[in-house]
């Protein structure tokens, strides 16, 4: 059986805004102009956390994963642990829900590719992958020397302890 993959992110149901695809917010709004043109009322932010993840939960959740993933990854890794990472961070980039999002980072590691050599390597390379989409959405950028104080060691004040 083969599945095609080539229509993710794609909304399908132009009735039914994307949650994944966009933020809250904007998702609201689209919501809202479809609930209104037929007589409903706008939504409000889902407080059960059982709900679908909307664009910025899913990033924030996945920046998260993917931190922990590369502050755990060898630092001295075998060349088959390079490979499957080098070949994560591909498969990643195509499959991530947000089509937007991940054309965009299938070009940000065509130009920057995974530097998988060391777990130091790699979460500075990511790092500065999360800071390059910090940078396009207008958020704070990361000191990317702390990402082991961050993601893997806790803070040098003990506030993780």
């Not at 889902?46 to 630092?75: I, R, V």
């Amino acid at each position: 059986m083969a599945f095609n993959f080539s229509n993710i992110g794609e909304e399908t149901n132009p009735a039914k805004p994307c949650r994944t695809c966009t933020d809250f917010k904007t998702w609201a709004k689209q919501t809202k102009q479809t609930l209104s043109d037929k007589g409903g009322a706008a939504p409000s932010k889902p407080q059960n956390p059982e709900c679908p993840l909307d664009k910025d939960e899913l990033g924030s959740k996945t920046w998260g994963f993917l931190h922990t993933m590369a502050a755990y990854y060898p630092e001295n890794p075998s060349p088959q642990q390079k490979q499957d990472m080098t070949s994560f961070f591909d498969v990643f980039s195509r499959f991530y829900p947000c089509e937007v999002c991940a054309k965009d980072f299938q070009k940000e590691i065509k130009i920057q590719p995974p530097k998988v050599d060391s777990q130091k390597s790699l979460s500075k390379w990511l790092c500065d992958m999360h800071n390059i989409v910090n940078v396009k959405l207008s958020k704070k950028t990361f000191d990317c020397n702390r990402v082991n104080e961050r993601w893997k060691d806790g803070w040098v004040d003990g506030s993780c302890d």
